[in-house]
Structures are given as structure tokens and as C-alpha cells.
């Protein structure tokens, strides 16, 4: 079985400030990890995805993500937030051997003060 | 551009009455899903179709249904909606449910039960 839990539901900072989206999971094998943005009244899309190799991932918008095994963490960052940042986000949790099936987190929602 | 469509945006319908949503994708994927998400929480998968193999989630209640008549198309039918089915649903695809390749998704059909 595997669970994603995103510490903080709501993040707020200011705008040029660092966005930190914290997301620890379980999987009781090799995870594939994901970072997804969601607008208002829009689907999902995909930031950064993590599968094997170099455990630092560097997604769209200027975000990464690094995968820390010993932590059980995939913690999301942007240098220097953008007011086009405000959205909610969504960390995910997949592995081969289940379906390709995404467990998501409860989610953060980002607000970002000019 | 290759696309994941849903129709309508936004539904409106009856306690009771039943309703049909669509989905239609252009990228020949051969795995199509369905999501429900609630306001502020995490989409939760409700079922899948690999080509013509449907794969129900164990929670997912039996008054939501699907169908798959082609590749290009899937639906998602409610026989008998509840004020507690009002959501939005997401639909999404994979080439194939092995891959890591994540899960591209559509707008979302936001459903409304008067």
C-alpha cells in the first residue's frame, strides 16, 4: 500500500520569496514520485515526475524536487515565487506493479502576497 | 494539439435524475481513468478502462458507471446522483497502465446536484 501526506494544507508567501511544499510517502517498494499544479476549474498538469536515477528533479516554472530516500520525502521548491504561482498543488505516489495508479496527498494550496 | 477534452464543463442536474459525462482524448492512449474530487481534496480514482477492460475501484459506490465504446471515448454515467456526488470529475489517460508516464488530465467536469 502506499500514502502521500502533504504537511500544511495552506502556504502562503511573498511574492520573490522561496516556495518550500513539504510531501512524505510510503510505498512498501521503489516509488515513482510526482508534483502536479492544479488552477482553479482546470485539470491537473504535471510539474515533475521522480523514477530512478538523479534524485534531484528539475520541473517546469522553475520548480524541482529531491528525492530523499532515508527521509521518505519529495519536497517541492521554487526559488523565488511568482503571484502566476498561486494554484494548489499535489504530491503523488505511483510504483510499477500497481496500475500505474496515482495516490495523491490532501494537497497545498499556495497564495502568494505581492 | 493532442488533448484530453471533457464535456461538458459544468453540469447542472436533479437529485435522483440521472447524468452522463464525456471524455474524449486525441493521443490514442490506450488507458483511460476517472477521478472524483471533491471541494478542496486530493482527486480520488473512481475506476479505469485498459482498452476495453474495466477495472472498478473497491470504494467506488455502484451508482457510478462507465463505458468505453472506442479508443477515443469514455463516459461516466450516475444512475441516481446524490447531493454527496457533487464534485468535480477528472478524467485522465496512459499509454499503458505499466508505464511511469504520468497521467495527462482534462478540465474537469464540475457536476452540480439541485
Known amino acids: 500500500a502506499q500514502s502521500v501526506t502533504q504537511l500544511g494544507s495552506h502556504v502562503s508567501v511573498s511574492e520573490g520569496a522561496l516556495v518550500l511544499l513539504r510531501c512524505n510517502y510510503s510505498s512498501s517498494v521503489p516509488p515513482y514520485l510526482f508534483w502536479y499544479v492544479q488552477y482553479p476549474n482546470q485539470g491537473l498538469q504535471l510539474l515533475l515526475k521522480y523514477t530512478t536515477g538523479a534524485t534531484l528533479v528539475k520541473g517546469i516554472n522553475g520548480f524541482e524536487a529531491e528525492f530523499k530516500k532515508s527521509e521518505t520525502s519529495f519536497h517541492l521548491t521554487k526559488p523565488s515565487a511568482h503571484m502566476s504561482d498561486a494554484a494548489e498543488y499535489f504530491c503523488?505516489?505511483?510504483?510499477?506493479?500497481?496500475?500505474?495508479?496515482?495516490?495523491f496527498g490532501g494537497g497545498t494550496r499556495v497564495l502568494v502576497k505581492p | 494539439d493532442a488533448m484530453v477534452i471533457q464535456n461538458p464543463r459544468y453540469q447542472v442536474t436533479q437529485f435522483g435524475k440521472p447524468v452522463t459525462l464525456s471524455c474524449s482524448q486525441t493521443l490514442n492512449h490506450n488507458v483511460m481513468y476517472w477521478y472524483q474530487q471533491k471541494s478542496s481534496q486530493a482527486p480520488k480514482l473512481l475506476f479505469h478502462y485498459y482498452d476495453k477492460d474495466f477495472n472498478n475501484e473497491a470504494d467506488t459506490p455502484d451508482n457510478f458507471q462507465s463505458r468505453r465504446p472506442n479508443t477515443s471515448f469514455c463516459f461516466l454515467d450516475i444512475r441516481s446522483p446524490g447531493l454527496g456526488d457533487a464534485a468535480m470529475y477528472l478524467c485522465?489517460?496512459?499509454?499503458?497502465?505499466?508505464?511511469?508516464?504520468?497521467?495527462?488530465f482534462g478540465d474537469g467536469t464540475r457536476l452540480s446536484i439541485l
Open positions: 485522465a489517460t496512459s499509454r499503458y497502465p505499466t508505464d511511469v508516464a504520468p497521467q495527462h
Open positions: 503523488a505516489v505511483s510504483a510499477l506493479g500497481a496500475g500505474n495508479k496515482l495516490t
